[in-house]
């Protein structure tokens, strides 16, 4: 089934670990996204890539990083999670240049950062 | 950047009424606008959008709004159903800048059968 996949669905990390949250997606879109869900405050994006090999920063860049080596793949990595992390997780993607502008999103990664 | 605010957080209707959310945004080169629903415990889908160049949209019980000279648009549902109980959350962009989505803070709707 087409879609756009996370792992892990949930996991609780320690203060000072790093994480890696996969993202793949096989609609062969050019365009992904990384959001975070807190309470109240929607979605807030935290890094994107346009299109394979490219990235860029979102709104809440601090502590995270991305790479995008192929189309298929956009890894989210915290480098040394801290408490205020905890969140929900959500990647997105997107084929940029065509009418819809649909936003397909995963189905999401609860991390807790204790 | 561009900044969406979203009104109210939480709206509780009985099953039948209507229900309106309205968003604001403050870029005015925004010129694409979403509607997506999230269930409880699930990802956000893609309901409804609308673009600059038209002041509504429909596509059955569902309706979008755009005003683009106050900077507002709003989701209409009509003839609520216990089905329509979600988080609703609203987006601007700039479809040649990126596609970048800012969304608004999110409307917990609660139909009440």
Redesign the interface.
Known sequence: IAGITQAPTSQILAAGRRMTLRCTQDMRHN?M?W?RQDL??????IH?S?TAGTT?K??VPDGYSVSRANTDDFPLTLASAVPSQTSVY?CAS?Q?GTN????F????SRLTVL | ?ENVE?HP?TLSVQEGDSAVIKCTYSDSASN?F?W?KQELG?????II?IRSNVGEKKDQRIAVTLNKTAKHFSLHITETQPEDSAVY?CAA?I?DA?????????TRLMVKP
């Open positions: 365009a996204y959001y109240g405050l929607g979605l807030r994006l994107y346009n860029g979102g709104e959500f997107k940029t819809t502008g649909e936003l999103f995963g189905e999401g | 950047g979203q957080s694409y979403p997506y699930k990802r956000p889908q893609l959008d959350f962009s479809t990126g596609n970048m989505l800012t969304f608004g803070g999110g």
